[in-house]
């Protein structure tokens, strides 16, 4: 007998929420495998290239090197090639930062705010594909829900 994951039947809450634990990460590991593949096939690019390209969108003025590593919750050391790679390729720039001699504020170019929405154009379609089978409103309820457990997880830290 082949039972959908609805008709089996509700043990007890830990081992649900383990369950879904579970089913979550190998979802976002499977969806972070194709977009990986996606963007080094249709970009010649790597997915924390494309990272570090969103995170300088959402700031006209660029950030420094700590703050694109705090935006995207990685260590300097991990963004320094990236950026020196980005910035060889003539995405952005680098700025001093008066007053601080060791840092430098990072910021895209025109034609990397160009190549950021080529990109981020094919990424949101990547993402409506792998979860097509999500209505609107059901996508709306997840991300609800998510946002309620990570102020949870987050007062907890």
């Known amino acids: 007998m082949n039972?959908?994951?609805?008709?089996?039947p509700l043990e007890n809450a830990k081992k649900e929420r383990l369950r879904l634990w579970l089913r979550m990460l190998k979802t976002t590991r499977s969806i972070e495998a194709k977009l990986r593949e996606n963007f080094r096939e249709e970009f010649a690019t790597?997915?924390?290239?494309?990272?570090?390209?969103?995170?300088?969108?959402?700031?006209?003025?660029?950030?420094?090197?700590s703050e694109i590593s705090g935006v995207l919750k990685v260590s300097n050391g991990?963004?320094?090639?990236?950026v020196d790679r980005l910035a060889d390729d003539g995405f952005l720039v680098r700025a001093a930062v008066p007053g601080d001699r060791r840092a430098q504020r990072v910021r895209l170019t025109v034609r990397g705010q160009e190549e950021f929405l080529r990109q981020a154009r094919a990424h949101e379609g990547w993402i409506s594909e792998a979860l097509g089978d999500l209505s609107a409103t059901e996508a709306r309820n997840i991300l609800t829900h998510f946002s309620v457990s990570n102020l949870m997880i987050e007062e907890d830290a």
């Open 46 to 65: 790597t997915l924390p290239r494309f990272d570090v390209i969103a995170a300088l969108s959402r700031f006209e003025s660029g950030l420094k090197m």
């Open 78 to 82: 991990n963004i320094t090639g990236i």
């Open 3 to 8: 039972e959908t994951i609805a008709q089996i």
